[in-house]
């Protein structure tokens, strides 16, 4: 056993006592922070408008799905804006990251690249550089002398992030951490680590497939579940500005057991396509029930609601339900649209085409209101929709100004779904 005297890593006390001064809150300036934009506009969007300065920021997804390249894009726009970026990278060398800057056709020098060492030595190069922006991937790699001998445990992850954390906040450094993704798909490490950053993000998508979904699960100055969509490329990711018409790629199709949901991701309505197949189940007794992108637990509710009301035989039938695009959908107005899916998928019934539905089902069979109606509206007379299907509660012209461009077929219940499908 050695004894030491633990140290403050070189930074003056005097400063940290400023730092940490007394202010009322009346006198606050909130515009002296304004937000920086970083020039890559889903980006910005998923962060409520842009970055807020002096943030933790918390990115997780799965291995290869882009987040260094996301993140070395950003470190790039940022650089060419004047800013200065230091990059920790505990996973590649420093020639590895600049073999995919060349790929990706970065050229600057506002960036400052770090690998593979210590807590106390990324505060170091912190305090030389002076750098408005941090990236550090991942959290998890990072280490520090004080916990070396506990180094990769839960202790010491918690305390590398709140050491982390208090740099930004006291040296005026906004920050972004990349995170490692468990099999359950959560980010690893313990829980706190979600409630001690500003901003949890996850970055998804198929690495077969050249889609990418960046949405937003925690954000104090923004909006949940915002989302932002890129499209993956050799030349890096670039931002989709209609992602409805990468969505619904198949909207004139009239092929049974589809659906048209305006869906609202944050501020933003997205028409997203929902499909689902219906067909007999060879186990008796104990159908399957699958749901990609929606709530089990509501498909199974939404099938006995049908199975009581419309007298369908759900319960010898598989079920499987998908939201194309790898999209998500959380909301319960999206429950007259998964309806119409199984209903038209059961009885071989192709949708009415150029359509959109919405509407959320109560477990009497009656349709509910839905929030955001104008938004959604607005949504699909943009991309050329002429009939919605929505509760009629809220199919009154008082309701609905000024939407001559769409005619609008009340549903009150999950019965007039069902007649409004043979016709």
Request: glycine share 8%; aromatic share 6%; net charge neutral.
């Amino acid at each position: 056993m050695v004894e030491s005297e633990p140290g403050n890593d070189g930074e003056p006390e005097a400063e940290a006592t400023e730092k940490g001064s007394l202010q009322r809150l009346g006198d606050i300036d909130p515009a002296a922070a304004p937000r920086l934009f970083s020039g890559i506009g889903e980006f910005d969007r998923v962060l409520g408008g842009g970055i807020v300065p002096h943030s933790a920021v918390l990115i997780g997804g799965e291995p290869g799905v882009g987040k260094s390249t996301l993140l070395l894009e950003v470190s790039a726009a940022l650089a060419q804006q004047g800013k200065t970026v230091l990059y920790y990278s505990g996973e590649e060398s420093a020639q590895q990251i600049r073999l995919r800057a060349d790929r990706l056709g970065i050229r600057s020098a506002g960036i400052f690249l770090f690998t593979s060492g210590s807590l106390e030595e990324l505060k170091r190069h912190a305090r030389e550089t002076r750098p408005e922006f941090l990236i550090i991937d991942s959290i998890q790699t990072l280490t520090s002398r004080k916990t070396a001998a506990a180094s990769g445990s839960i202790a010491s992850l918690r305390n590398v992030t709140a050491e982390v954390i208090d740099l930004a906040k006291k040296s005026g450094i906004t920050v972004f951490l990349i995170g490692h993704i468990t099999k359950e798909g959560q980010l690893a490490g313990p829980k706190t680590l979600e409630h001690m950053v500003d901003a949890v993000l996850y970055f998804q998508g198929e690495t077969q497939a050249d889609l990418r979904l960046l949405r937003a699960e925690k954000n104090r100055f923004g909006p949940l579940n915002e989302i932002g969509i890129f499209q993956m490329s050799e030349k890096g990711l670039a931002s989709v500005n209609d992602p409805t018409q990468v969505l619904i790629q198949n909207r004139l199709s009239r092929a049974p057991g589809t659906a048209i949901f305006p869906a609202l991701n944050g501020t933003r309505p997205l028409l997203t396509e929902v499909q689902a197949l219906v067909s007999e189940s060879p186990f008796a007794g104990n159908p399957r029930r699958i749901a990609i992108g929606f709530d089990g637990y509501r498909l199974s509710m939404l099938i006995s609601i049908i199975e009581k009301k419309l007298r369908l035989p759900f319960y010898k039938s598989d079920v499987f339900l998908n939201v194309t695009g790898g999209m998500v959908i959380r909301e319960p107005a999206a429950d007259l649209a998964v309806c119409q899916a199984l209903v038209s998928s059961c009885r071989s019934i192709a949708p009415r085409a150029n359509s959109v539905i919405l509407g959320e089902v109560g477990l009497t069979g009656e349709l509910r209101p839905v929030s955001f109606l104008e938004t959604r509206l607005k949504e699909a007379i943009r991309q050329g929709f002429s009939t919605i299907f929505l509760p009629a509660l809220q199919c009154d012209k008082k309701l609905i100004p000024n939407f001559q461009d769409i005619s609008a077929i009340p549903i009150e219940s999950i019965r007039d779904l069902q007649e409004h499908l043979r016709k």
